[in-house]
């Protein structure tokens, strides 16, 4: 199963393109991984806050395009569940088991998924009640996807 790690927005600095990097290259050995970066579309200035859901409808429609019919959605949400990382690798392995063509974990940008995106997702998932920066939320995904196939295989890794 192809996993697949779809953002609004880019890793600018080196320092979190290499961690990316780092933690992509670990997981290759268990399957292919993709990263699809989409544009974080600029925030006018004063915007309201119908500006602002404009926004995220239009980041929305271009993640929802990235979609394929048989793909698992898993949408990063702040006000969803929260998983301790046995629960993540088991929840990667019913998602596996599934029949899905890709499994793909969706992270909005700034100001959130779209409505309508978190509606298609199949699940939706929470690190943490706290707010975490997008380049910091998309390098503690991967490092827990490493880990939970890390789990998954019976392999040291996670304590």
Known sequence: MTTV?????????AYWRDAAAE?????????????IEL???PEPKNAS????????AQEGEAMLAQLKP??????????????????????LS????????RAVYA??????LSPAFIRRANARFSFSPMTFPHQLARIMLLEQLYR??????????HK
């Not at 019913?94 to 063509?101: Q, T, V």
């Not at 992270?107 to 959130?112: K, L, P, V």
């Not at 939970?148 to 890794?157: C, D, F, P, S, V």
């Open 49 to 56: 806050e119908a500006d602002i859901q404009k926004l995220i």
């Open 5 to 13: 790690i779809l953002c609004v927005g880019k890793l600018k600095e």
């Open 94 to 101: 019913r998602i596996e088991n599934s029949g899905a063509a």
């Open 107 to 112: 992270i909005g940008g700034s100001n959130g």
């Open 39 to 41: 544009p974080d579309l």
């Open 148 to 157: 939970a196939r890390k789990i998954l295989a019976n392999e040291t890794y």
């Open 23 to 35: 933690y992509t290259k670990r997981l290759q050995r268990f399957g292919p991984v993709s990263i």
């Open 70 to 91: 048989r793909d698992y959605v898993v949408a990063l949400c702040i006000d969803s569940k929260q998983r301790s990382s046995i629960e993540f690798a088991a929840d």
